[in-house]
């Protein structure tokens, strides 16, 4: 009887799972000191990513607004990280996920998402009771590949990693027809800008030498209020190189510009335009850098870039 009893208890435990794959707190597995972007490209990081950075989740779901979602079931998720925690996300569905979006009239079938987002929103993306260690860690080369893709499409110089507002997020979703979908995400305004340019190109076309610029920071911040009047340095930094002598500062609306002092100039990265101007007071200002009929900002790659609105607000005096 003693070993019978012994003989089960050996094969009661030979049945358990090889991992328990207990949640996992991804913010202090990626631990960041940073609390605020970082947009400059002489700071652009170098960020690594190995098998050991894929993980399991048992659900993604991410909504802005009342007509943007992306959600999915059980999923793979390689977590790219730098020195100062974890830069990007790639989400390969086990289970199906769909995108609803206005870019479509109905919900798209994913095939996997790819993140760009602040290191500190790492948990509230994927919280950890949704983690496990349990991710398939064959498909690192997959993950690895869909990243150096996606990698030049926003916040990056040379393919290295400049660090988004907490606020701000990019999303750039690849559906089982073969779409393309890019969203430009405010989680604070509840905003998701789509993007149709990315829709052109396959991501296995997309490339250092192939993607539009798009801006990826401005100074005053889109929508900022109490901006100081007087006069002041707009600043607008793209995601890659520009041609230097060729911009679009155009009127959102009418007089919707303020006074110009100076002609443009790009600064010595020749990432980020820079126009002198003066700001009265108490008034909204607006400009597309590059629109439907003038699309002078270009990147070295001869690709016009994609339109932004900017708009901004300044206080008293």
């Known amino acids: 009887m003693k070993l019978i009893t012994k003989l089960f208890i050996i094969a009661a435990a030979w049945s358990l799972p090889a991992t328990t794959g207990l949640a996992v707190d991804l913010l202090a597995h990626y631990p960041t000191p940073l609390t605020a972007g970082d947009a400059d490209p002489n700071h652009a990081r170098m960020w690594e990513f190995s098998p050991e950075d894929i993980f399991q989740v048992t659900q993604f779901t991410l909504k802005t607004g009342e007509k943007f979602k ?176 060729s911009w679009s500062w155009c009127d959102a609306w009418e007089n919707s510009t303020p006074e110009s002092l100076e002609k443009p100039r790009y600064e010595a990265d020749h990432m980020t335009c820079v126009l002198k101007v003066k700001l009265e007071p108490n008034k909204t200002y607006g400009f597309w850098l590059n629109s439907d009929q003038f699309k002078n900002f270009r990147g070295t790659n001869g690709l016009s870039a994609v339109p932004y609105l900017l708009t901004f607000q300044t206080g008293q005096e």
């Open 70 to 245: 992306v959600e999915t079931g059980a999923a793979d998720l390689g977590i790219g990280h730098c020195s100062d925690g974890a830069i990007w996300a790639v989400l390969i569905p086990r289970a199906p996920g769909t995108l609803t979006s206005p870019a479509a009239s109905q919900s798209e079938p994913v095939a996997h998402i790819w993140l760009r987002f602040h290191p500190a929103q790492i948990n509230r993306l994927f919280p950890p009771d949704n983690v496990s260690t349990n991710g398939n860690r064959a498909l690192a080369a997959q993950v690895r590949t869909i990243a150096e893709h996606k990698m030049t499409s926003s916040w990056q110089s040379d393919g290295k990693a400049m660090i988004p507002a907490p606020e701000d997020l990019t999303v750039f979703i690849d559906t089982k027809d073969g779409t393309h979908r890019f969203f430009i995400v405010d989680t604070a305004a509840q905003t998701a800008e789509y993007v149709d340019a990315f829709n052109q190109r396959s991501s296995r076309s997309i490339s250092a030498t192939r993607v539009p610029p798009v801006v990826v920071k401005t100074w005053p911040e889109a929508g900022s209020q109490k901006v100081l009047p007087g006069t002041t340095d707009i600043k607008v930094t793209f995601s890659r190189g520009m041609q230097d002598q």
